[in-house]
């Protein structure tokens, strides 16, 4: 299930945020999003999800806009804002209350708990948990519905090492299955070993659409962080 | 550590917004009580009349036995008035618990009499003539006042006053209850046209509630031996009482919502931001961290107040007086406006300070903020339908307590009015709640993780 | 390859009644909201039982025909505080950690999340509602009548009712307004208790039959104020970037 974007574009007050994104991520590979800091990253996730209107242009997941998606949950697995729980709420209830909210069975909670590794502490609330933690959970519902597409937004935020390695094999697991998955990551390097194809987006333009290793070769440099570096050199100032 | 407190305040939205709607509400309303059209009737005119009409000339005679001391302007007595309704012409002899024996007239005219029990009316022609008797033989006479020509009603009549005898721009936040006067010896003598004089009152007396809302009569009241008469309301002429100076301060109960709002702000936002983290890292002695935040909350607060209440005053002047109020009744020094002024600043910055010790106690400022809302206004509004030492005791004892810094007059306020005996006690009340609410909010804070 | 097939689990309840439960679970599995239910119909009762312990015939205000079921009900002042809370809570939690960009993530059709969100608070208002009323009229009712007073019948049960139940949407729609925890509870709180007072103020009895209140016309006022709310958070919340 592919995800089409055609002329996204969108501008808080007299900045633009996004500006013109064509491109479409391929299903059976880890497509990562890649910018600096304010490149418009997160908005383009969120215009992905309906939850920002965009100005102009469509996006479209397997033929269909999101909006119009028979069953979001189990088209598009997606981690915004970390896991955004309520710090009250216990970690098992925030992924109950989801699973009702996209019809999924309630055995699926326990499954992903288990693969995230959280099940030991499934009934603390999310208030307790540390940054690592949090971000599992978030990892835990974007997997709640089983969904042929993902959608992360910094999944490697606040995880140690072994998480880092831990997110990478599932990934490329994921992606193994045929499934559509998009990471969005301000660091190159934790891109480096996991994704196969990248979307560089500097000032909310698309400045790159290109697998790895030919960025490496178009820019003439050893590693893939030298290439990118080169690639938004004057992408980087914030406005 | 103030200078930081300070900076967060001012750079806080909320708490801006909080201030200014403080600060309109004190001056918005003070303008709109006071540059409204005058009340239409300039009087009131309600109480419990047992009566029958008087065609010409008559006397009538009464002995008050018992009369209860609701009020100081309770009033117990006998009337001769225009009919049973409320703004007829009317003259009327009475005792009062507080002020002696009155004779009244036109809402206007009050003339005071020498105490007595023995009260008599006696009608000639456009002429009522009052006296008083200590025995039923020797009469001192008490004045005399005009009333219309032609068939009147004449008989006893009670009143007991409620809010109408507080300052008029106060909530109306107790009410007395009805007042009882038992009489005896009644007689009425009319000249008959074949020179009769003198008997028992005889039959055709009706009792009414003039002025209700529900006007209601009973036919057929038998006046003979004793009677008892109990009745509520109040019969005064409206005039200049002090409201003057206290209208400045009306909006002061609507003023308390938001001084408790950026108390609990103050420390919310924090928690909120995720500031509180910074904020304890950068000074771990928390207890201080409270103390600064609770001196720039209630300062801020006090200016604030302080500044809309003067203003709310010096504009509200000239309108009432625009509006026809004449000089007061009684002198205002400039110190109790003063004291009013201050007064109020002070109990809106000490509501703050509840609110802020109350969200530091409880970590959580929405809950802070329905409490107090819940504990400031529902005594308030529930006021009209308790019994008045219930009502009372809440009020005297609550933080609204603090509302006494703002009485005027001496005189029959401290009697109806809920408050403490002195404005500065009900200021100590409300003190000794908002430090209650601060030691908490320590308690809390030093006990439990940032 | 093709991608993961669509689970075992495609014949699933309606889309609207897996918001209606999402919302329902939300709220029941927060301490805060959990509890607020159960807060207002025990202020309510208790308030209630207060007054009508106290009560006196023979004051002023009941002496002018004063309504026994007013007494009896008077604790819906107290009680309103809470289930504003709870109206209010429900929404602006969601705006506080983000939450809401998984609710509308779940649910895109804005107007159906939105309506799940009033469907889920007015189940769990509504028999909160009952227990206060009821429990206010049954404790009341024997403790009037050992005062003297008259029975009161089941006058003003569904002016209350319907208050209360009013209250806790009107938190709802001005929460999806607003979206600020204290923001939302101020504005509401001051809709609630500041006409009746300001009414005491001005010591007019034309103004005061316009405040909301559980008698007269007050529920109907409340309803306008309430559909005003409603209809302007929706708008927002239909419309509006979630954060």
């Known amino acids: ?239 | ?450 | 390859m093709t991608p993961a097939a669509p689970g075992p689990f495609r014949a699933a309840p309606a889309p609207l009644a897996g918001a209606f439960r999402a919302e329902w679970t939300k709220l029941w599995t927060l301490r805060s909201t959990a509890a607020l239910p159960f807060v207002a119909a025990a202020a309510t009762v208790a308030v209630s039982a207060f007054v009508c312990a106290a009560a006196d015939p023979r004051t002023v205000a009941c002496a002018d025909g004063c309504d026994p079921a007013r007494l009896a009900l008077s604790g819906v002042y107290c009680g309103q505080a809470a289930f504003a809370l709870l109206g209010v809570l429900v929404t602006t939690g969601e705006y506080r950690t983000g939450l809401i960009t998984y609710t509308l993530a779940a649910v895109p059709w804005r107007p159906a999340a939105f309506g799940a969100k009033a469907a889920a608070l007015l189940a769990a208002v509504l028999p909160a509602a009952l227990v206060a009323v009821g429990g206010a009229v049954t404790l009341g009712r024997p403790l009037l009548a050992h005062h003297g007073f008259a029975a009161t019948g089941g006058r003003g049960i569904g002016g209350a009712l319907l208050h209360l139940v009013l209250v806790a949407l009107l938190g709802l729609g001005v929460a999806a307004l607003l979206r600020g925890t204290t923001a939302a509870l101020t504005a509401v709180l001051a809709l609630l208790y500041l006409p009746p007072v300001a009414a005491l103020l001005l010591s007019d009895a034309r103004w005061a039959a316009w405040a909301p209140s559980p008698t007269g016309r007050g529920p109907a006022v409340l309803a306008t104020v309430t559909t005003a709310a409603l209809l302007l958070g929706a708008t927002r919340f239909a419309r509006g970037d979630p954060s």
């Open chain 2, 1 to 450: 550590m103030i200078a930081a407190e300070w900076l967060k305040l001012r750079t806080l939205p909320g708490a801006l917004w909080c201030l200014f709607v403080m600060a309109g509400a004190l001056v918005g309303l003070a303008l709109a009580v006071s540059s409204g059209a005058p009340a239409a009737p300039s009087y009131v005119d309600e109480f419990r009349f047992v009566h029958r009409p008087l065609a010409g000339d008559g006397t009538l005679t009464a002995r008050l036995l018992t009369q209860e001391a609701t009020h100081p302007w309770a009033m117990a007595g006998v009337m001769v008035k225009a009919g049973p309704v409320a703004g007829a012409p009317y003259a009327a002899l009475f005792a009062t618990p507080g002020h002696g024996t009155r004779l009244q007239s036109g809402f206007r005219t009050d003339v005071a009499g020498p105490s007595a029990r023995w009260l008599r009316l006696t009608r000639a022609g456009a002429t009522v003539t009052a006296a008083v008797s200590r025995d039923g033989g020797s009469w001192l006479p008490v004045g005399s006042a005009p009333v219309p020509e032609g068939p009147l009603a004449v008989g006893l009549f009670v009143t007991s006053p409620g809010a109408t005898r507080g300052v008029p721009v106060r909530p109306a936040m107790l009410r007395t209850r009805p007042s009882t006067a038992t009489f005896d010896t009644v007689t009425l003598t009319e000249p008959a046209p074949g020179g009769a004089v003198g008997g028992p009152p005889g039959a055709g007396w009706r009792a009414t509630d003039v002025g209700a809302r529900r006007p209601s009569t009973v036919d057929d009241v038998a006046v003979d031996g004793m009677v008892a008469v109990t009745g509520s309301g109040d019969i005064l002429g409206r005039a200049d009482d002090g409201s003057r100076v206290a209208v400045a301060t009306t909006g002061t109960i609507l003023a308390m919502l938001p001084a408790v709002v950026l108390g609990t702000l103050v420390l919310s936002a924090e928690y909120r931001g995720g500031t509180a983290l910074a904020t304890f890292a950068a000074c771990p002695r928390r207890g201080r961290v409270l103390a600064a935040k609770a001196l720039v909350a209630g300062s801020t607060v006090f200016g604030t107040a302080a500044v809309a209440c003067l203003a709310a005053l010096l504009l509200a002047q000239p309108l009432l007086r625009g509006r026809g109020f004449t000089a007061p009744a009684y002198a205002a020094p400039p110190l109790d406006a003063l004291r009013m002024v201050l007064g109020t600043a002070a109990v809106l910055a000490l509501l703050a300070l509840m609110g802020l010790g109350l969200a530091t106690a409880l970590r959580r400022g929405a809950a802070a903020i329905g409490l107090l809302a819940a504990a400031l206004y529902v005594p308030v509004v529930l006021t009209p339908l308790l019994p008045a030492a219930v009502a009372r005791w809440w009020q005297r004892s609550g933080p609204l307590a603090g509302l006494a810094v703002q009485r005027v007059r001496e005189t029959d306020d401290g009697f109806l009015l809920p408050w403490p005996r002195t404005p500065w006690l009900g200021l100590a009340i409300l003190c000794a709640w908002a430090a209650a609410a601060l030691v908490a909010g320590y308690a809390t804070l030093r006990r439990r993780d940032a």
């Open chain 1, 1 to 239: 299930m592919d995800i089409e974007v055609n002329g996204l574009r969108k501008r808080y007050g007299r900045t633009i945020a996004v500006d013109d994104l064509t491109c479409t991520v391929r299903a059976g590979r880890v497509t990562g999003l890649v910018g600096p800091n304010g490149a418009g990253k997160s908005t383009t996730l969120r215009m992905f999800l309906g939850l920002t209107r965009p100005d102009a242009g469509t996006v479209h997941i397997g033929g269909t806009p999101y909006a119009s998606l028979a069953h979001p949950l189990h088209t598009v697995g997606a981690l915004l804002d970390g896991a955004a729980a309520h710090p009250g709420r216990r970690a098992r209830d925030h992924l109950r209350w989801l699973a009702h909210a996209g019809r999924i069975p309630r055995h699926r909670v326990d499954e992903v708990l288990e693969r995230v590794g959280l099940t030991a502490v499934a009934r603390r609330r999310a208030g307790t948990f540390s940054l690592g933690m949090a971000q599992r959970l978030g990892i835990a519902a974007a997997l709640l519905g089983d969904a042929p597409v993902l959608l992360l937004d910094e999944p490697v935020n606040g995880l140690d090492p072994e998480g880092v390695r831990w997110i990478r094999t599932l990934l490329r697991g994921l992606a193994a299955e045929g499934r559509t998955v998009l990471v969005s990551s301000h660091l190159m390097s934790e891109l480096a070993d996991t994704a196969d194809h990248l979307l560089v987006l500097g000032r909310g333009r698309l400045l790159a659409d290109t697998g790895v290793r030919e960025l490496i070769a178009a820019a003439g440099t050893r590693t893939l962080e030298e290439a990118y570096f080169a690639l938004t050199a004057e992408a980087v100032e914030f406005r």
